[in-house]
């Protein structure tokens, strides 16, 4: 598990988890981030259950554990929050914030310590200290139930799933040639993203926050001029037009083999 010192504001600082080199074969590599300040750290996205003993580990290496008192899952997708019951051992004090939609399937992971912080549909903030963190809705990007991290005194958005791409655990950190990248996306948010309404209601969100840094669950982070790019990008792609065809279920294998 690599760690990655994203990014640091005189109130906050970012570090990023992943790249794996020895995760399971068939498990999809994941971002994992970690977000400190006034002494607490907010741990989004923790990860899957298969992964939790390196990411333990790595996050160790950095922070204190007694530091870490809050998670946030940005829905329930067992590759970013099933390792809960795990952190629900080591954690017992800390507090998760997820949407109160997915409160019932998500505890499904184990959660017998950690209080349940339910997100409502309209987002909110998170206190570390006497900084505040913004929970920014993205509902059906790709979940029902779904909301993204915004720092503005870093200006960094976690953005979950929307800027994702499937690449191998030594691609790089960054994006730098955007045109080169598009592939690494297109099907994956064609088939995950099922609405373009939301897509749009999204971007409209983004577009008003000041943004250094979009740092998404898989693949690489975006950054400058980069980050327009994508808005711009993403706003005019079709979403929700993958349909399993015989010319689209490749888009199921990679996902399958994606390494």
Excluded: C
Aim: net charge negative.
């Amino acid at each position: 598990m690599k760690t990655h010192k994203l990014i640091s504001s005189d109130k906050t600082s970012w570090l990023m988890f992943g790249r794996d080199e020895n995760k399971p074969e068939k498990i999809i590599d994941t971002n994992q981030y970690l977000l400190r300040a006034g002494g607490k750290a907010l741990l989004m996205d923790p990860g899957g259950i298969e992964l939790f003993a390196p990411m333990l580990a790595a996050v160790l290496r950095e922070v204190p554990l007694e530091e870490i008192t809050d998670i946030f899952a940005s829905h329930q997708d067992p590759d970013i929050i099933s390792s809960l019951g795990l952190w629900d051992q080591t954690l017992p004090n800390a507090r998760l914030f997820s949407p109160w939609l997915w409160e019932g399937f998500i505890r499904h992971f184990g959660m017998n310590n950690i209080t349940y912080m339910p997100i409502a549909d309209e987002g909110g903030t998170i206190t570390l200290g006497s900084v505040e963190i913004e929970m920014v809705p993205a509902h059906y990007l790709h979940s029902s139930g779904n909301f993204h991290i915004y720092d503005p005194h870093a200006k960094v958005l976690m953005s979950g799933d929307v800027g994702a791409a499937l690449e191998p655990v030594n691609a790089p950190m960054k994006v730098e040639d955007f045109d080169e990248h598009i592939p690494k996306m297109k099907k994956f948010h064609q088939r995950w993203m099922p609405s373009n309404e939301a897509k749009l209601d999204w971007i409209n969100r983004v577009r008003k926050l000041d943004i250094d840094i979009m740092a998404p669950q898989h693949g690489r982070i975006f950054t400058g001029d980069n980050i327009q790019r994508f808005l711009d990008w993403f706003e005019e792609l079709e979403v929700g037009t993958a349909i399993p065809r015989a010319d689209t279920i490749e888009i199921e294998a990679e996902l399958a083999t994606a390494e």
